[in-house]
Structure formats: C-alpha cells, structure tokens
C-alpha cells in the first residue's frame, strides 16, 4: 500500500460522510456510517463501506446510495485534490449488525438464566 492512501481513504471517509448528510434525503430514523474506505493503489475506484441502523433499512438504503452513487462522486471530485475521482462503490458492511444479533442472543441466554 502507498504511504498516502491511508491519508486519501481517510479523507474519503470523512469527506463522503458530509456529503451524504449534505446532499441526500435518509429516513429520519436512521443511521449510516462509513466505517471504512478501501481505495485501489491508483485511485481510480473505492470500496466505500457502510453500516446502516436499524437493519431493516439497509437494503433500501443501499439501493438509494448505489442509486446516487454518481451525484456522489462528483460532490467528492470537487472536494478531493486528486488526480482522479475514484469511482465508488458501495458495500454493506454487516459487522454491526452481526455484533447486535450477538449481543441480543446473549442477553437472551442472561434473561433466561435469571
């Protein structure tokens, strides 16, 4: 990995963050993170990853997101002082909702147990 796309995915992380706020209309109930950026060594494409609350949201959230991917991206291209708008792509990042099913399932054993 290049010295500088540690600095660059950070970048788009934060960058895209405000941007999604910015720019697009999600339910008012919900969360979305971007809990990590994985940019190809010469920038021309980023896995963004995104952790979406509740869970019941993340499939039409996602297809809004990839819906609007393009609007995204130029946002971005404005912001970032790069030679190239990496062309994202949005992926579901499930780690979350993994660790609420866990935590449910355990508090379920500790109730029973009681």
Same mark, same amino acid.
């Given at each position: ?53 509740? *869970? ?36 579901? *990042? ?21």
């Amino acid at each position: 990995m290049k010295p500088r796309l540690p600095s660059v995915n950070m970048l788009i992380q934060k960058d895209l963050s405000a941007i999604i706020r910015r720019v697009l209309e999600l339910p008012p109930a919900s969360l979305v993170t971007i809990t990590k950026v994985r940019s190809a060594a010469n920038l021309q494409s980023a896995k963004v990853f995104v952790s979406i609350m509740p *869970d019941s949201e993340a499939r039409p959230i996602m297809d809004y997101l990839a819906k609007n991917r393009f609007i995204l991206q130029q946002e971005l291209f404005k912001n970032l002082k790069t030679k190239f708008s990496p062309k994202i792509e949005f992926v579901y *990042d499930e780690i979350e909702a993994r660790a609420n099913k866990i935590e449910r399932i355990l508090d379920g054993l500790q109730n029973s147990n009681d």
